[in-house]
């Protein structure tokens, strides 16, 4: 399948809010996530919609160039944001059952 192909098909999929595994169209969206209703596969959602690997090697407009960092700048604030959040409640979940005073590892 040909870069368009895929790219066209991860924005439909986007769109309609079908599994990119099964085509399953029962999407139980939350948060960043999806789970299918169909394969029960959990997936992050929205799908990232691909990029050519070689996108810097080509030469392309500057309008497309900078629909492109437009395109990763969203990307990256909303995905910080959405980390950013994720480790916070994770945090909070746990404060209950840890002690401020013991020194405790975090994996990540
Ligand atoms: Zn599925």
Redesign the pocket.
């Known amino acids: 399948m040909d870069f368009d192909k895929i790219f066209l098909r991860f924005k439909k999929y986007n769109y309609t809010k079908i599994?990119k595994?099964?085509?399953?169209e029962c999407l139980r969206i939350f948060a960043h996530t999806a789970k299918?209703q169909?394969?029960?596969?959990l997936l992050n959602f929205p799908y990232v919609e691909p990029r050519e690997v070689d996108f810097l090697d080509k030469e392309v407009s500057s309008l497309k160039y900078i629909e492109a960092q437009e395109l990763w700048l969203d990307w990256h604030v909303k995905s910080g944001a959405k980390n950013h959040n994720n480790f916070t409640a994770m945090v909070n979940f746990c404060d209950a059952f840890i002690k401020r005073e013991s020194e405790m590892e975090v994996l990540d």
């Open positions: 599994c595994i099964c085509d399953g299918c169909d394969c029960g596969v």
